[in-house]
């Protein structure tokens, strides 16, 4: 149980493009769900944290207008990197939890998806 | 600034050992520990955590163990085997605020015949 989908599992694009990301838990419902970014050889560094129908919380030095969220189900929350740059390369991770991701409730993790901007 | 550190950025055991890795943090308000298991290019998943009223936590062949005075913890894998190669990341959280992970830089563990 506990399976966490994210798609498209890899994207090379070209710059200025905008590139949506979902993340589906697929046999519970999530009431929050976390996006992470990971650069090479580096940890998992959250940007930001969504609950089903209200606006994510983004982390300090997270650009809101760049990394749309949207959380509109139990289900699925979308991450959507707008007019995208090469800087903006990277692995993006989502993971998924009931009830706000206490310790007691691991989240769950999605297989990431690698962003490549040209 | 890196509330949680793993200071050895890689480890290798040979197959039958046993695999300790070892992980601090500076965040004295961090209250539950939580250890994953990262193959490339996949999620991480999740493999044993622990409460900070706990001193250890065992689960098959994985073996938490948590020194709260030290702000240590370290996760020991016993017999270690080939399988167990992989990336693994501690992280902590703060159970009474908005249960954000923070994750260390993550031990790469190579497991040899």
């Known amino acids: 149980g506990a399976v966490v989908s994210q798609h498209p599992s890899w994207v090379i694009c070209k710059s200025g493009t905008s590139v949506k990301i979902e993340c589906r838990s697929l046999d519970f419902q999530a009431t929050t769900m976390f996006w992470y970014r990971q650069f090479p050889k580096q940890s998992l560094m959250l940007m930001a944290t969504?609950?089903?129908?209200?606006?994510?919380?983004?982390e300090q030095g997270v650009e809101k207008d760049k990394f749309l969220i949207n959380h509109a189900s139990l289900t699925l929350s979308t991450l959507t990197v707008t007019s995208a740059h090469p800087e903006d390369s990277s692995f993006y991770i989502c993971s998924a939890a009931t009830g706000g991701a206490s310790g007691n409730q691991p989240q769950h993790f999605g297989d990431g998806t690698r962003l490549s901007i040209l | 600034d890196q509330q949680v550190k793993q200071n050895s950025p890689s480890l290798s055991v040979q197959e039958g050992r046993i695999s300790i890795l070892n992980c601090d943090y500076t965040n004295s308000m961090f209250d539950y520990f939580l250890w994953y298991k990262k193959y490339p290019a996949e999620g991480p998943t999740f493999l044993i955590s622990i409460s900070s009223i706990k001193d250890k936590n065992e689960d098959g062949r994985f073996t938490v163990f948590l020194n709260k005075s030290a702000k240590h913890l370290s996760l020991h894998i016993v017999p270690s085997q080939p399988g167990d190669s992989a990336v693994y990341f501690c992280a902590a959280l703060n159970t009474g605020t908005a249960s954000k992970l923070t994750f260390g830089t993550g031990t790469r563990l190579q497991v040899t015949l």
């Open positions: 969504s609950n089903e129908g209200s606006k994510a919380t983004y």
